[in-house]
């Protein structure tokens, strides 16, 4: 042991309430706003745990519950991807996506001074700009992937732009019983 710190990266909660659209499944997104990191840009409900006696699903139903109005029941709440993230800036974090289909009440913007809109989107059709972070969630979780490292490179922007997409699935372990990859 060195006797430095350990590292420790913060973890974000995610929430991808999906429902039912005419054209498919439709995903609700809302534009951050005002003094914020990617201000402008398109963005799931999500946010941090308040601390250590708070859990990950205890987080998503809070946050839910704060920004978009909506309540969430924690046995609603389905795992759906974790993506290792690094911004531009260098900062790294883990965000654990959580799908929702079933919730009570209508979203709406419940946090004005950091939420300007919020609308449903067909998640074949992601509006523009997006965090490129969260983009990589919800195109991870779409090509199926539990995991993915989504580590952009100093100078990339913060709202998505498909050739700046630096998204890695991370591969499903082999079925019980296959032999395991030679090196």
Same mark, same amino acid.
């Given at each position: ?6 590292? !420790? $990266? ?14 498919? *499944? ?6 951050? =706003?005002?003094?914020?990191? =990617?201000?402008?840009?398109? &963005?799931?409900?999500?946010? &941090? ?8 699903? =205890? ?5 839910? #519950? $704060? ?14 991807? !974790? ?22 009440? !209508? %979203?709406?913007? #419940?946090? *004005? ?40 490179? *100093? /100078? ?5 732009? %498909?050739? =700046? ?11 019980? /019983? !296959? ?5």
């Amino acid at each position: 042991m060195t006797g430095s710190p350990r590292h !420790t $990266e913060p973890l974000d909660v995610h929430l991808m309430a999906l429902r039912d659209g005419p054209a498919g *499944p439709e995903v609700l997104l809302s534009r951050r =706003a005002g003094d914020v990191y =990617a201000a402008g840009c398109w &963005h799931l409900v999500s946010g &941090h745990l308040d601390g250590p006696w708070e859990d990950m699903v =205890a987080a998503l139903v809070r946050e839910s #519950r $704060e920004e978009a109005g909506i309540v969430v029941d924690p046995a609603d709440v389905r795992a759906a991807v !974790t993506v290792h993230h690094r911004s531009p800036a260098g900062a790294a974090r883990v965000g654990l996506f959580f799908e929702v289909r079933h919730w009570d009440g !209508t %979203p709406e913007v #419940r946090e *004005p001074e950091v939420c300007d809109a919020m609308g449903w989107f067909a998640l074949d059709e992601l509006p523009e700009p997006m965090v490129a972070y969260c983009r990589a969630g919800l195109d991870a979780h779409r090509a199926g992937a539990r995991m993915a490292v989504h580590f952009q490179e *100093p /100078g990339d922007p913060i709202a998505y732009h %498909p050739e =700046a997409d630096r998204l890695v699935l991370v591969p499903e372990p082999a079925g019980p /019983g !296959t032999a395991p990859r030679s090196s």
